[in-house]
């Protein structure tokens, strides 16, 4: 006699834990490093948090835009748009030209930045008074965002969008967390 199984696979998945929790821990790692002062990475693991913090603002954005609008939620458009949607769908009021959605439009500009990155030319003669910072030459204009402050800002104001986003739409938090189970039989023949 030979045994059949049937296997039942219920799972609801939410990315936006994984990638919240990814931006926290660099975050975390990134902090802990400036007060220590042991300064090796630092700038690698805020440049991790930071982008972390991105794709998990457009992942919680999609989340909720899923929960409240279903097959209507246009998945492909920008985060703008998208944060625009909700806002009008759930009458919040925040404005692009505060925070928190001001340090979101700074974020997902230096995301798009790192994501789309083209070779930035520099070449320029100056004469000053001052012996100028050399290396400063050397740096990206994205490497203005990879600060502590900018990197705590961000995580901030992405708990308040998130907040907000949740309490506008009626979410409850349980409700954003990935959960499921299987259950196994076996079927005799």
Known sequence: ???????????????????????????DIANTKVQSGKREGLALDMMASLVFCAFSI???????????????WPERTNLREKIDLLRKTLNLNIDWSERP???????????D???????????????TDIEP?????????WERSVQQ??????REDEAAIWNALLE???????ETLTSGGHSLSVLET
């Open 1 to 27: 006699m030979s045994k059949k199984y049937e296997v039942r696979i219920t799972a609801e998945r939410f990315i936006h834990n994984e990638l919240s929790t990814c931006a926290w821990h660099f975050q």
């Open 58 to 72: 457009e992942a919680k954005v999609n989340f909720v835009g899923w929960k409240t609008l279903q097959d209507g």
């Open 101 to 111: 959605l001001q340090t979101i439009a700074q974020l997902k500009r230096f995301r």
């Open 113 to 127: 930045t790192l994501a789309h990155g083209k070779p930035e030319i520099v070449d320029e003669t100056k004469v």
């Open 133 to 141: 910072d050399v290396w400063d030459a050397l740096k990206g204009q």
């Open 149 to 154: 402050d900018f990197m705590n800002r961000c």
């Open 168 to 174: 506008a739409a009626g979410i409850e938090l349980h």
